[in-house]
Structure formats: C-alpha cells, structure tokens
C-alpha cells in the first residue's frame, strides 16, 4: 500500500500489485498504513497480510499462472482507469 484517500466518506489506498497500482477500498481494514500488505478481492481489501505471508501468496499466484494476466497496459498518451 502506497498511499491513503478518502472517496465518498469511505477509505481508500493506493495498492501496488505486480508493477500495476488500484485504488482499494478500506472500509473493512481501516486500520491498516502505507507499507502494509493487504489481500484483495475485487478492489475490496479484505485482510492484512503480513511480508512472508504475500511473498507466498505471489508464489502460489506464480505457479498457477495467475500472475501472466497481472501486466502493464500498453503504453499510450492516456492516462488509464484506475
């Protein structure tokens, strides 16, 4: 997690995943900072996580192919979704 906001009265953070940054919701973590992991499920983070913990996660993601549809959209003059 890079960085806090808020959205419509709801916390939110900047959540970097395989070199891709999404803004999550933290209504049910909210007492997690910036250098925390968390698990996310559909822009929702639903636990905190620590180091060891999403290094594993990552390597069960790896090993199953997960991690070859979390890529960098292709360069363009637009800034994309977040």
Same mark, same amino acid.
């Given at each position: 997690?890079?960085?806090?906001?808020?959205?419509? +009265? $709801?916390?939110? @953070?900047?959540?970097?995943?395989?070199?891709?940054?999404?803004?999550?919701?933290?209504?049910? %973590?909210?007492?997690?900072?910036?250098?925390?992991?968390?698990?996310?499920?559909? +822009? $929702?983070?639903? @636990?905190?996580?620590?180091?060891?913990?999403?290094?594993?996660?990552?390597?069960?993601?790896? %090993?199953?192919?997960?991690?070859?549809?979390?890529?960098?959209?292709?360069?363009?003059?637009?800034?994309?979704?977040?």
């Amino acid at each position: 997690m890079t960085a806090l906001s808020e959205r419509d +009265g $709801l916390p939110y @953070a900047s959540v970097r995943f395989g070199g891709v940054t999404r803004d999550v919701c933290l209504a049910c %973590q909210p007492d997690v900072a910036p250098g925390d992991f968390v698990l996310v499920h559909v +822009g $929702l983070a639903i @636990a905190k996580i620590d180091r060891e913990q999403a290094a594993s996660a990552w390597r069960v993601l790896e %090993q199953i192919g997960a991690t070859a549809e979390v890529a960098l959209p292709p360069e363009s003059s637009e800034e994309p979704e977040p």
